[in-house]
């Protein structure tokens, strides 16, 4: 997801091919052998979403997403990406990790969540008043993490990113990139995107 909003906001047009990932298309593992996505193809493979998100920005910043970006908001990508993403994984797949506990995972993700909440106080993002190349990087992952239980999430006191998550999630911007495409197979006709 955040590879795509990183494309549509710096208005891009790529050729969408959704992987079904149970169902690999042999194309795809040729480009990308390593079999995850998002992948762009550009003059080079890109095969991670911050990485597409970067080439995207580097292309154009139109929607100035990069304006506020300082070590502070690089920072909280990288503990997103990071500590974040394994307590989530640990929390939302909590039967592939027999090892871990879930609710300490959780308990890990919700200290991020509880920061990113005082980020965000006073402001509608996380480094002003428009999203950042931060908040498309982080929301996704904030966003699954709240649906891994929904009820617990609402009754949490991080208030602000709450706000900040539903504003996102009823932003044209999201609702845009969620638009679910058939499954990719070889001699389909190309999608653009957006």
């Not at 998100?53 to 690089?74: E, G, I, P, V």
């Not at 307590?87 to 969540?113: E, G, H």
């Not at 966003?143 to 006191?157: E, K």
Request: net charge negative; charged share 25%; proline share 5%.
């Amino acid at each position: 997801m955040r590879a795509r909003l990183a494309i549509a906001s710096a208005g891009i047009t790529v050729e969408l091919r959704e992987i079904l990932l149970r169902d690999k298309a042999p194309d795809f593992l040729e480009a990308s052998p390593k079999g995850t996505v998002p992948v762009l193809i550009t003059d080079i493979v890109i095969e991670e979403s911050i990485d597409v998100m970067r080439w995207a920005a580097r292309q154009t910043d139109h929607k100035s997403l990069l304006r506020n970006m300082d070590d502070a908001a690089y920072a909280l990508i990288v503990k997103c990406d990071g500590e974040f993403k394994a307590a989530l994984d640990r929390t939302k797949y909590a039967v592939r990790y027999p090892d871990t506990d879930a609710a300490d995972n959780r308990a890990i993700a919700a200290s991020f969540i509880t920061t990113l909440d005082v980020q965000l106080d006073g402001k509608p993002w996380l480094f002003g008043d428009q999203p950042s190349f931060a908040d498309l990087a982080i929301l996704p992952f904030v966003r699954q993490f709240a649906h891994t239980d929904l009820d617990w999430w609402s009754v949490q006191s991080f208030h602000h990113a709450q706000n900040w998550l539903d504003a996102f999630k009823a932003s044209d911007r999201f609702k845009s990139t969620m638009i679910k495409y058939s499954p990719w197979k070889a001699g389909d006709d190309v999608i653009l995107f957006p």
